[in-house]
């Protein structure tokens, strides 16, 4: 990874005006690609659900508690791995780290077609699946901010929309895949297109050339360090201060509470009368409001701060659950519950992903560039266990609640969630005190930048 020279004085060429766009388009492909397959496991749930009731293995007897592991831990492993995976990228460079990403994710996804039993499902499109989804993942969260100052909340919300994106497109194409040439070579052949789709973005990831000297410097104070599994440098009197904990706080509540009802969009619409291919369309309606709503909000958040926008994304999806998913719940009758809900699976798409791209831009406002990377690693690490607390506590709960499962399961799972979203824009609200009101010079007033 070289870094590009601009001589002092002379215009930009036209290669340095465009990388940032390069970086956010090859950042958008690999969460497409990695964040988009990871996040559509339900297709696969639902799979093996059926084949649970079957006599043949590998997943005969299975409850769906197990199975619901297989994605729980996937998305956790994206996260746990974090604080890895952001040393990595600044010791060996994005590139070399996203490409490590195109071999790791589709290995699991082989290996995951020639699984015969139930824990090895677990093992490779569980865990070994999401390690390498994190490898994808932190490269664009960790490098491409750095890339973006005034738009960078648009920035996020176009990169951030590839999970959205990914989650409308990759489920129509595996159920098309299933259906036709089975699901253990639909993981093959997903294996083989995301292979060159990582890769080849993954040629385009580098750091700006702003940013070379500093990170230069961290990793020559953190030679002192041997093997490949060190951890960034972290600045300890940062993680000490009491914005970092309350946003600490902030960050592992919301993420406890927000993959609950992506997991259970489907199983919950079938307790209202849909069949299951009518109840995953509930998925890719929650999906595409999810990419539409990062970009916009990501948009807004430029004008009006991230910070600002951060809590103000988090209130309304918490707002959504109380308001509607949980009276959804209690309803008397199916159409009511049905209106309530598919209000709901649009407004929660739009708000609460808005928390997922407007927070690496929150950080780098909180905490400076000059701590960025370190606490960015450790905060999603955070994340990561807070979601395997979270999804498995909803599922235990809409369980045991009755002995047939139906729409007032989920009656606790919601109120969870919805008090859990709560506490995280308390949590939101109070670091947002934390940031300074900077003067913007050019309006000559007041802005909130944060």
Not at 65 to 85: E, F, K, V, W
Not at 119 to 125: D, R, V
Not at 293 to 319: C, E, F, P, Y
């Amino acid at each position: 990874m070289e870094p590009m020279q601009v001589a002092v004085g002379n215009p930009p060429s036209l290669r340095t005006r465009l990388d940032p766009a390069i970086i956010a388009i090859a950042s958008l492909a690999v969460v497409f690609t990695g964040c988009g397959i990871n996040f559509s496991f339900e297709v696969y749930q639902e799979l093996y659900d059926s084949m649970s009731k079957e006599p043949n293995p590998p997943f005969t007897g299975a409850t769906p508690a197990q199975i619901d592991l297989i994605g729980t831990l996937s998305i956790a492993m994206m996260n746990i791995g974090t604080p890895i995976a952001t040393t990595w990228t600044k010791l060996y460079s994005p590139r070399t780290v996203t490409w490590a990403c195109g071999v790791i994710f589709p290995l699991a996804l082989v290996l995951a077609s020639y699984s015969q039993a139930l824990w090895q499902f677990i093992l490779t499109q569980g865990f070994l699946l999401g390690v390498g989804t994190g490898l994808g993942y932190m490269p664009p969260v960790t490098v491409a901010p750095t890339w973006f100052t005034l738009h960078r909340g648009l920035a996020m919300g176009i990169i951030m929309a590839g999970t959205g994106l990914g989650g409308v497109v990759w489920p129509l194409a595996f159920r098309y895949l299933i259906v036709r040439v089975g699901f253990r070579s639909t993981l093959r052949i997903t294996a083989g297109i995301s292979f060159v789709l990582i890769c080849v973005a993954g040629t385009f990831m580098r750091w700006p050339p702003s940013q070379l000297t500093r990170i230069q410097a961290e990793n020559a104070a953190a030679a002192r360090s041997s093997g490949v599994l060190r951890f960034p440098l972290v600045n300890w009197s940062v993680v000490r201060t009491r914005k970092f904990l309350i946003h600490a706080l902030g960050a592992a509540l919301q993420s406890a509470a927000y993959y609950t009802p992506v997991f259970f969009f489907a199983s919950y619409a079938c307790t209202l009368g849909y069949s299951q291919a009518t109840s995953a369309n509930f998925i890719a309606i929650s999906n595409a409001a999810n990419a539409i709503g990062k970009i916009i909000i990501g948009h807004i958040a430029d004008r009006i701060g991230r910070m600002n926008t951060l809590a103000l994304a988090t209130l309304i999806s918490a707002v959504s659950v109380l308001a509607l998913w949980l009276p959804s719940c209690l309803s008397d009758t199916q159409s009511s519950g049905s209106n309530l809900f598919i209000a709901f699976t649009i407004i929660y798409g739009i708000f609460a992903s808005a928390y997922i791209s407007l927070f690496p831009a929150s950080l780098m406002e909180l905490f400076g560039v000059q701590n960025f990377t370190s606490i960015n690693g450790l905060l999603y690490m955070v994340r990561g266990f807070a979601t395997m607390v979270g999804t498995p506590v909803a599922g235990a709960l809409i369980r045991s609640s009755h002995k047939r499962v139906d729409s007032r399961s989920y009656e606790n799972t919601s109120i969870m969630v919805g008090v859990l979203l709560l506490d995280a824009t308390v949590a939101a609200l109070r670091a947002r005190l934390e940031v300074p009101l900077p003067l913007d010079g050019r309006q000559g007033r007041m802005k909130w930048l944060a």
